[in-house]
């Protein structure tokens, strides 16, 4: 196992995953400085660099990530205009590692993201094809700006300047540890207020709120490549399922729905409908334990063990609260999913899945507020449930985090109809324990609440998300009264907020857009589960025997305050961000313990 100490001297921190390394390279605050030093760059530092540009946009992340680690090499560090958008600098190790680079691409060019790139060694670009590649801080000639470049003399010694990074690789061997240093490739200093350069140079323009809303999307969105992986591994895992099961559909669901991570797993989560029925009900069916039979282990143990090409093995850590999963994990490529055994008792949350994915069409605000959320959440490493819970009955994260996000817009906002509306409309019923969970697939009314949004400009459109989420972290952290002791359950269907005592006590006598038959199920299942004590009970938008309390020691004591606080930095930064002071989403998002 590799283990890293990179270290940045322009910023003074520390990181020991790659990961956190080119999160922090596209930082505005290193951006920043790198974008002031790579004007003093001379012939060095470009020896060690590669130029890669394109005629379409091509995500900053996406490009850092394809030299770090598709083509395993160490990036010292990387720059990027967005006064150009698409022109990225690449520094690395020495310039060894860059012809090693160019001669592994064919020709001069990558594709990312299904974008074709150009690459360039930067020690090849001619002097004045160097000045076009960057913009001028101030209007200023070009004949003293290439005199400047040209004039610069090659720092002495390699401990003239700072070292941006430095990596350690630790390897077992024998009897001890041996240490490999990467050196990495020389920097230059930021220039100081005497030089002739500083004094010509403007303040870097601000990264914009849609190039940070951007960054965020790549870290919590599932990548086309790995959603393409997923694709390719059901079809193999398909054609040999239809050899025991000839009728058969594999059904998806949590992650992959939304394409977006979440806090406790990134896998891919599937269940194998033994008899193709998912999806496929008539007008009125009773779905039952027979239509949806569980699959036994040995079956599972026959399908999987025998693809050669995958090489499945069984994951070695198990998920907590796995519902009759199990994990796995594809040797070949290091794919991880979990196979669910019980289908049947899966599938309200399985519907409920997709109706947050309905939900999605029916506003353009809502995914992007889901991804911020589940960014949020995955950061600061926020989970809603009880890690100990293993009942089929209580939601799995992130379907328990979606619904939060959903019963706001319904209640506080009103920007979407509520789930009952929805199903009220015409669909297919699916009737599980005699309760209808079916969904409706008719895309008029999502068209319909869709044309009520004007969706302004990119920035003013991210904003309004922003904006949102403030109002999210509001509405739990302050509104419902949580912090003042006050316990409610959420009628997800009907986006009512109903007080816990009144719902448990007496719920034929309470007012709710509830039929009696739903106050009783809802009640039992929070008498039953022992919830009543608890401070938040979700009742599930389809069948309320479903639903979901929240660990209360854990909400009361991380949650509730991590949302508090959130909510004061974030009200906070886009009060400074109205009066004209640039907004850092990241680091707002961010709760420091």
């Avoid at 409706?440 to 949004?453: F, H, Q």
Wanted: aromatic share 10%.
């Amino acid at each position: 196992m590799l283990e890293y100490v990179l270290d940045c001297s322009v910023c003074k921190g520390t990181f020991n995953t790659i990961k956190k390394w080119l999160t922090h390279l596209l930082e505005p605050n290193h951006q920043s400085k790198a974008r002031k030093e790579i004007y003093q760059w001379g012939d060095l530092e470009r020896e060690c660099a590669l130029v890669a540009f394109s005629s379409s946009h091509v995500a900053s992340l996406e490009l850092l990530q394809y030299f770090s680690m598709m083509l395993n090499t160490i990036v010292t560090d990387f720059v990027w205009f967005d006064t150009l958008g698409r022109v990225g600098f690449i520094q690395l190790e020495s310039s060894v590692k860059v012809d090693e680079i160019m001669s592994s691409c064919e020709g001069s060019e990558i594709r990312i993201q299904n974008q074709q790139v150009a690459i360039k060694k930067a020690g090849e670009c001619l002097s004045l094809e160097w000045i076009s590649l960057l913009p001028l801080p101030t209007p200023v000639a070009a004949d003293d700006f290439l005199e400047n470049s040209n004039n610069k003399k090659p720092k002495k010694g390699r401990n003239a300047t700072a070292t941006v990074v430095s990596a350690s690789i630790h390897k077992a061997s024998g009897t001890g540890k041996t240490t490999s240093q990467v050196k990495p490739a020389k920097r230059s200093r930021i220039p100081s207020d005497s030089d002739e350069f500083q004094a010509r140079a403007e303040p870097d323009p601000p990264q914009s709120l849609s190039t940070q809303y951007d960054l965020i999307c790549q870290e919590i969105e599932i990548t086309d490549e790995d959603y393409k992986t997923a694709e390719t591994f059901l079809e193999t895992v398909y054609s040999h399922a239809v050899k025991i099961f000839p009728s058969c559909q594999l059904v998806w669901f949590r992650n992959y729905y939304l394409k977006l991570k979440s806090t406790s797993s990134s896998d891919l989560t599937f269940f194998i409908d033994q008899k193709g029925l998912y999806g496929k009900h008539e007008a009125d069916t009773e779905a039952s334990s027979y239509d949806f039979p569980a699959i036994s282990n040995e079956t599972i143990d026959q399908l999987l063990f025998t693809i050669p090409d995958l090489r499945i093995r069984s994951a070695l850590k198990q998920g907590n609260g796995n519902q009759g999963g199990r994990r796995f994990i594809c040797r070949s490529n290091k794919f991880k999913f979990t196979l669910v055994s019980i289908p049947f008792v899966m599938l309200p949350e399985i519907q409920a899945c997709r109706l947050v994915e309905y939900f999605c069409s029916c506003d353009p605000r809502v995914k992007p507020l889901l991804t911020v959320i589940r960014y949020w959440a995955k950061t600061n490493e926020i989970r809603l449930d009880n890690p100990n819970e293993t009942s089929c009955k209580r939601a799995q994260e992130p379907a328990v985090l979606d619904w939060m996000v959903i019963f706001f817009l319904c209640h506080k906002t009103k920007m979407l109809p509520t789930p009952r509306e929805i199903t009220e409309g015409s669909h297919p019923k699916l009737r599980y324990f005699t309760v209808n969970i079916g969904i409706t697939t008719d895309p008029s009314i999502a068209r319909i609440n869709w044309k009520r949004y004007k969706k302004p400009n990119g920035e003013q459109h991210v904003l309004n998300v922003f904006n949102l989420t403030n109002k999210f972290f509001k509405f739990y952290s302050k509104d419902l009264g949580l912090d003042k002791g006050k316990r409610v359950a959420l009628n997800t269907m009907d986006g009512e907020v109903i007080p816990m005592d009144n719902f448990v006590g007496k719920p034929i006598d309470l007012p709710s857009k509830l039929a009696v038959s739903e106050r009783k199920l809802g009640r039992e299942e929070i008498l039953e589960g022992k919830f009543e004590s608890d401070s938040l009970h979700l009742l599930h938008p389809l069948y309320l025997r479903h639903g979901f309390s929240f660990c209360n020691d854990n909400f009361m004591s991380r949650v509730l305050p991590a949302m508090r606080t959130t909510r004061e930095q974030l009200e906070q930064a886009l009060k400074l961000h109205k009066g004209g002071q640039e907004l850092d989403i990241k680091s707002v998002l961010l709760v420091n313990e």
